[in-house]
């Protein structure tokens, strides 16, 4: 494993007496979020749910939101927009964006794991408009044409 990234975090009043952002296992590669609201989420429905911290990421890291698989087979429960991106100049509350995607209702407690959070390196890119591009074999096929 390499070294950890610092990621400081500051706790908004409705987060007080949650429990941090944690490793489930000394393995585990994502954060553990929890949610710092009660809900319930209707099916098809999707909501934006409340952590109660906020993050400052250092430049060159993006924190990328992702869905817990347990909530994902268990109930269709993901977040929609996987992996979700904190910008490293984003302090405001970070969010989960939870869609149903089960039949049933899904209730959201208070405390309950809700997604996980696993930082990573950014590559910016440097784009030039230009007339032409080189030619690849591929060309403009794509979308499942080299299985046709
Ligand atoms: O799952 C997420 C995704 C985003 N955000 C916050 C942090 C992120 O830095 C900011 C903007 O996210 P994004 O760039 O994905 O959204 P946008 O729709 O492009 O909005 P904006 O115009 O604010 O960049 O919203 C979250 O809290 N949770």
Redesign the pocket.
Known sequence: MTDPIALRLRRLPHGEGLPLPAYATAGAAGLDVVAAESLTLAPGARA?VA?GFALAIPAGY?VQ?RPRSGLALRHGVT?L?T?????H??R??????LANLGQEPFEVSRGDRI?QLVPAPVQRALLAEVDALDDTDRGAGGFGSTGR
């Open positions: 934006a952590t993006e939101v977040c927009n992996p979700g991106t904190i910008d100049d984003y405001g509350e970070v969010k989960v964006i997604a």
